[in-house]
């Protein structure tokens, strides 16, 4: 069997050290060299010919991050390495996804293109935006789930009168999985947006008089959907609201907007690193997840395991 080699790209070295630390062994030793102009040049420090190589990078923006996970990918195919697998632990450009309106990429494919192209042999990931994404690959590519990680959290919760709900129409297949896991039901907010990160009207179809409600995303980018939504639950009776959400993008003013809202706290993982504390951001790691799911491909075993 190939030797397996994890390595980290710049964008999540401490997510891809647990996740090594978890495999059972330490990150490889990878330099990744900048020009004074910007221009990078990442190296492999050992041999990793006719190894199983494993990439760990969320990328997200800047798209420095995306390029750099290229250019490792190419540096690895280079060196003879045996299997090349890209750790993708958030997806960037995901939300763009398909032709919503004229003239707009459908980035998401584009970026899927980019990763194939540049020598990648599988990609391993966490709760894409949309699950169709999958389709725009044609390598093979292991789809995780964040549920593996929230499930057992919320159980510890304990919440006598749990509900779900969802923030928006398209986040509903998702949300009816935890309330079928749970037996509880759930509600949906219906929004429509002027623009990206906008929300004009948003509007609850559900009862949640009494109910602890948990709302259930992918990413949470500037939390203003996600706060509004929170104060509309909480307006038409709940006793209780928090979030959860894999991705924490959390830009723009997405502290402020959490630490003045309504929510009880907001959980995400660490796909993407927190660049700032909040008393109302609970942060959970996937490391565990990815490194069982490391083991799975690298013993061609299944990872049906791995999903609840």
């Not at 935890?178 to 990206?196: G, I, L, N, Q, T």
């Not at 307006?235 to 402020?256: M, N, P, Q, W």
């Not at 660049?275 to 990872?303: M, P, R, Y």
């Amino acid at each position: 069997m190939p030797e397996t080699k994890i390595f980290s790209g710049s964008n999540t070295p401490l997510l891809a050290q647990s996740i090594a630390k978890s495999y059972g062994q330490a990150l490889g030793d990878l330099t990744l060299a900048k020009f004074s102009d910007g221009e990078m040049s990442p190296s492999y420090n050992e041999s990793i010919r006719g190894c199983n190589v494993f990439l760990v990078q969320s990328t997200n923006p800047s798209a420095d991050n995306l390029l750099e996970l290229c250019l490792m990918i190419d540096a690895a195919k280079r060196a003879s390495a045996y299997k090349v697998c890209a750790v993708i632990p958030y997806f960037g450009y995901a939300r763009q996804d398909r032709k919503d309106r004229p003239r707009v990429s459908i980035a998401a494919k584009l970026i899927a293109n980019m990763i194939t192209s540049a020598g990648a042999d599988r990609i391993m990931t966490c709760d894409l935006h949309a699950g169709q994404i999958q389709g725009f690959f044609d390598i093979p590519l292991d789809h995780l789930n964040g549920s593996a990680i929230f499930v057992p959290y919320l159980k510890s919760l304990d919440l006598g009168n749990l509900i779900f709900a969802s923030p928006d129409v398209g986040g509903v297949g998702r949300t009816r999985s935890y309330a079928k896991h749970f037996e509880v039901d759930m509600v949906v907010c219906d929004k429509h947006r002027k623009r990206a990160n906008e929300v004009a009207s948003m509007q609850l179809i559900g009862d949640v008089t009494g109910k602890d409600v948990v709302m259930i995303d992918d990413l949470v980018d500037t939390a203003g959907t996600m706060c509004k939504a929170a104060q509309i639950i909480m307006d038409k009776g709940a006793t209780s609201v928090r979030a959860i959400a894999t991705h924490g993008v959390l830009s723009g003013k997405a502290y402020e907007n959490i630490e003045n809202s309504v929510l009880s706290e907001l959980v995400i993982t660490d796909t993407i690193p927190v660049s700032q504390e909040s008393s109302k951001i609970k942060v959970l790691t996937v490391a565990d997840l990815f490194a069982k799911a490391i083991h799975a491909v690298t013993g061609n075993t299944s990872i049906s395991s791995l999903f609840i």
